[in-house]
């Protein structure tokens, strides 16, 4: 079945405990990207990939790392997470970086940072 | 940066009865994604639009595209509870990358 998942789905961690989520895609995407769901704020990306080995800044990619070293995977990295990376993390995949492709988005990871 | 703005922010309706939701873009639209989500789970692409004029329709959701209104609505006839869920607009950003700036969302509640 075509997917993407994340592990964990779930985290509660505390200060700056450094915390990996994990992204992996089947579909052989070039692209892909990480957003955040805040309430009131909505969906917002943190970073992206456009193939592997390259990656880029959303628009809000302070306080996170990325890295592609594999077309599958694309894991985010919080090297202190801090109480304001509460959120729902998702991991979207698409087939090219150029547009005109929907992305398909995993199940999420829901954060709690104390 | 764009923004876009989605209403009714929120909405009930009666099962059986047709809605429709509207996402208004503050810059041109360059492609216009659709996504439903059920509240804190995934999103699940409905529809991609991509030209002025353009409609869409899959089961009983019709999407269009207005370029002209910078603005995209969806349309659901004959609601029923599964049609329940936050409906969000994505819009290409036009940058090249694939970028997509999301709209806050309408939450549509149907009553049985």
């Known amino acids: 079945e075509a997917q993407v998942t994340q592990n964990p789905r779930y985290l509660i961690t505390v200060t700056g405990k450094k915390l990996t989520v994990t992204c992996s895609q089947n579909m052989n995407h070039e692209y892909m990207s990480w957003y955040r769901q805040d309430p009131g704020l909505g969906l917002r990306q943190i970073y992206y990939s456009m193939n592997v080995e390259v990656t880029d800044k959303g628009d809000v990619p302070e306080g996170y790392k990325v890295s592609r070293k594999e077309k599958r995977n694309f894991p985010l990295i919080l090297e202190s997470p801090s109480p304001n990376q509460t959120s729902l993390y998702f991991c979207?995949?698409?087939?090219?970086?150029?547009?005109?492709?929907?992305?398909?988005f995993g199940p999420g990871t829901r954060l709690t940072v104390t | 940066s764009q923004e876009l703005e989605q209403s009714p922010q929120s909405l009930i309706v009666q099962e059986g009865k047709n809605l429709t939701i509207n996402c208004t873009s503050s810059?041109?639209?360059?492609?216009l994604y659709w996504y439903k989500q059920k509240y804190g789970e995934g999103l699940i692409f409905l529809m991609m639009?991509?030209?002025?004029?353009e409609e869409k329709s899959h089961e009983k959701i019709t999407a269009k595209l207005d370029e002209k209104k910078q603005q995209s609505s969806l349309h659901i006839t004959a609601s029923q509870p599964s049609h329940a869920g936050i409906y969000l607009c994505?819009?290409?950003?036009?940058?090249?990358?694939?970028?997509?700036?999301f709209g806050k969302g309408n939450q549509v509640v149907v009553i049985p």
């Open positions: 810059k041109t639209l360059y492609g």
């Open positions: 639009l991509q030209k002025g004029g």
């Open positions: 994505g819009a290409d950003k036009g940058d090249g990358n694939n970028r997509l700036a």
């Open positions: 979207a995949s698409s087939p090219t970086g150029t547009g005109g492709h929907e992305q398909y």
